[in-house]
């Protein structure tokens, strides 16, 4: 199976230029989505983490399932203002614009050692912004996991340079 067939391109969206890919008809095929975990699933493995970070919204899709598939638990990196609790944030520059990533303070117990999980590694640029986040919070960052690299913008070389160790799953 070939999960890229899963993945249409939407051209300038969210603005022009940008060539998004599209997450929901991987979604809507029960097939393609149960490859697409148990394939995150072998590439997590070779991760030591005790918990996983999904980033708002796509990364808590594949966040909260691989959390469940592989018995870990599961924190929110959530935009601004979401999160009713005391809240850790860094902010960070993105292909379109800048954004800001938070983790309530109470969310992830002492000690834990957390894989990040995004549905896209684009410039690498929100990647860096939950390491820092959970590194700024006195979480151990173990690396970070993403179904696919968008390999023209060299995230995952951005990523290597801040020692960020990272798999995608697919590449485009």
């Not at 980033?55 to 935009?79: C, D, M, V, W």
């Not at 970070?144 to 968008?150: D, F, N, P, Y």
């Amino acid at each position: 199976m070939n999960l890229l067939d899963y993945l249409p391109i939407v051209p300038d969206f969210p603005k022009p230029g940008i060539l998004f890919r599209d997450i929901s008809p991987l979604l809507a095929n029960p097939a393609a989505f149960k490859v697409a975990i148990l394939q995150l699933n072998i590439l997590a493995e070779s991760f030591d983490y005790t918990h996983i970070l999904g980033i708002e919204s796509r990364g808590f899709i594949f966040g909260s399932t691989l959390a469940h598939h592989a018995h870990k638990g599961l924190a929110l990196a959530r935009k601004p203002n979401k999160l009713p609790l005391a809240s850790h944030r860094e902010s960070y520059g993105l292909e379109y614009g800048n954004d800001s990533l938070e983790i309530q303070q109470s969310t992830l117990p002492k000690g834990a050692r957390v894989l990040i999980i995004d549905d896209v590694l684009a410039t690498g640029g929100t990647l860096i912004a939950a390491h820092k986040l959970l590194k700024n919070a006195g979480f151990k960052a173990c690396g970070a996991v993403t179904l696919l690299k968008i390999a023209d913008l060299n995230g995952s070389e951005t990523l290597n340079r801040h020692g960020i160790q990272n798999k995608s799953l697919l590449m485009a």
